[in-house]
């Protein structure tokens, strides 16, 4: 089936707390997000439909009528604060993670037959979103940037067949890239919190491994690229490697870009059916 995407964007603020907890432990389990006046985000809100094509339009579903379903949806949201002037936050957390599972609820009710929602991903910050596809867990993802140089150069391989498959990125002194790594987590929400991960310890932990990658060389300063090309390929390999025990089976995905043209793409090894 065809899948269908717009963006909607809408501003509103939220504050992270608890009534339920002294001050002491919202500041430790939320930070600067108890401020008592909230803060505010303008988000941004990719909607994905599905569905049979319609023969007579072409469409899975007119985009102005997308259009007008969600608006209306959106319009609760919109330029309020999502804890006092909403009323699906009076007994959970407004994190990213709330908000798209209630943004789902109330869009996939309003939609006809014919057309079915497919995914949402709901950005609170352009390094930050929220995923949920209705059935399975919610996934929560966020954007990590490091500095590298690099030299492409198989040791297996002569001089000559290097500079014919790498050519200049084959370069004896090497060349560098700023990388983005994007690190897809899944799993339960806590009910307590209403997010999937603390965020500072997701932080603390990737920052753990591409620490380690920035501002070096990867083929003469990191054991892993000694004996092997630091391709794209093989990075995001050893970073799913490096950052898979430490986050505790919920990493799902890595993206890693290498350019803005060249992006690869790895959600761990395979499994190979006996």
């Known amino acids: 089936m065809v899948v269908a995407t717009r963006r909607f964007e809408f501003s509103a603020a939220h504050r992270y707390w608890r009534d339920d907890w002294s001050a002491e432990e919202n500041e430790r389990v939320f930070g600067p997000y ?15 439909i599905t569905g049979e094509l319609d023969e007579r339009t072409g469409m899975v579903m007119n985009m102005t009528e997308l259009k007008a379903i969600v ?17 699906y936050f009076r007994d959970q957390v407004p ?109 603390r932990t990737v920052h753990s491994v591409i620490d380690r990658l ?17 391709t794209a390929e093989n990075i995001i390999v050893y970073l799913w490697n490096e950052l898979a025990p430490l986050l505790e089976g919920r990493l799902a995905l890595l993206r890693l870009w290498e350019t803005r043209k060249n992006i690869f793409s790895y959600a761990g090894p395979s499994v190979i059916p006996a």
């Open 214 to 230: 920035h501002l070096r060389h990867l083929d003469r300063e990191i054991p892993a690229f000694a004996d092997r090309p630091s």
């Open 71 to 87: 608006n209306e949806v959106l319009e609760e949201f919109d330029h309020k604060h999502l804890n006092y002037d909403t009323p």
């Open 34 to 48: 108890t401020s008592p006046y909230g803060h505010g985000h303008n988000y941004t809100l990719d909607v994905s």
């Open 95 to 203: 994190t990213t993670e709330n908000l798209v599972r209630v943004l789902w609820r109330l869009i996939a009710a309003r939609l006809p037959a014919h057309a079915r929602l497919k995914h949402l991903r709901l950005y609170e910050q352009p390094d930050l979103w929220a995923e949920y596809d209705g059935v399975g867990e919610t996934q929560f993802a966020r954007l990590y940037t490091f500095a590298a140089a690099h030299r492409l150069h198989a040791p297996a391989l002569s001089d000559e067949e290097n500079l014919a498959i790498y050519g200049k990125c084959n370069n004896p002194n090497g060349h560098g890239h700023n990388y983005t790594l994007e690190v897809t987590v899944q799993g339960p929400i806590d009910p307590a919190t209403g997010m999937l991960v603390d965020l500072e310890w997701l932080d």
